[in-house]
């Protein structure tokens, strides 16, 4: 079956790097997506890969993809507070229209 | 202007009432999405529209109807309300799978 599992809560220090890492099961994934979660508000889609890549990088943003051991990774370069939030996993298999989402982890960043 | 917005953000009912929540995209999104999140910050997909027609129906009780009735609406409509379905219920958009654009979501509390 489906399934998207990411560890639930990541502290780091200001200015330190994150990263926060995702498994899932589904060997048909073509897409894999991070969304960011601010408290009170809705999930914002930050950066995706497809599956037959393994790295995407877009500013302070770094996707890894290891397809053998479905692990998938988010780094954030230089973390701010502004990045405190919870981010989520999720994957869209080859049919495309159902996305599942991993339980969040949140991001608790200290000044 | 709101990409997509859903009314009301507060609902508070008593168990077995009927209610209704509403969403909007002004985004000219063909699809559009209702999740549910529950205090654990789980999110589960329960319905997904394209172009008006149902193509994601997940597991989800009769008590719950969606409804289109354009390409840019798409409500929800609980009956008989029980104390499980609080949650944080959240309308999304996109062009195509996976949902791009969350609304604010709408907190219901059956009491």
């Known amino acids: 079956g489906e399934d998207v599992e990411q560890s639930l809560f990541l502290s780091v220090r200001e200015g330190d790097s994150s990263v926060i890492n995702c498994t899932y099961t589904?060997?048909?994934?073509?897409?894999l997506y991070w969304y960011k979660q601010e408290p009170g508000a809705g999930l914002q889609l930050l950066t995706y890969?497809?599956?037959?890549?393994d790295m995407k990088q877009d500013q302070r943003l770094t996707v890894l993809l290891n397809k053998k051991d479905k692990h998938l990774s988010l780094r954030i370069a230089d973390t701010q507070t502004g990045d405190s939030a919870i981010y989520f996993c999720?994957?869209?298999?080859?049919?495309?229209?159902?996305?599942?989402f991993g339980a969040g982890t949140r991001l608790f960043v200290k000044a | 202007d709101t990409a997509v917005s859903q009314t009301p953000k507060y609902l508070v009912t008593q168990m077995g009432n009927d209610k209704s929540i509403k969403c909007e995209q002004n985004?000219?999104?063909?699809?559009m999405y209702w999740y549910k999140q529950d205090s654990k910050k789980f999110l589960k997909i329960m319905f997904s529209?394209?172009?008006?027609?149902?193509?994601i129906n997940e597991t989800v009780p009769n008590r719950f109807s969606p409804k289109s009735p354009d390409k840019a609406h798409l409500n929800l409509h609980i009956n008989s309300l029980e104390l499980g379905d609080s949650a944080v219920y959240f309308c999304?958009?996109?062009?195509?799978?996976?949902?791009?654009?969350f609304g604010p979501g709408t907190r219901l509390t059956v009491l």
């Open positions: 999304a958009s996109s062009q195509e799978s996976p949902p791009r654009v």
């Open positions: 589904d060997s048909s994934s073509t897409y």
């Open positions: 890969i497809f599956s037959n890549m």
């Open positions: 999720a994957e869209t298999n080859t049919g495309g229209f159902k996305t599942i």
């Open positions: 985004l000219g999104h063909d699809t």
């Open positions: 529209y394209n172009n008006k027609e149902l193509i």
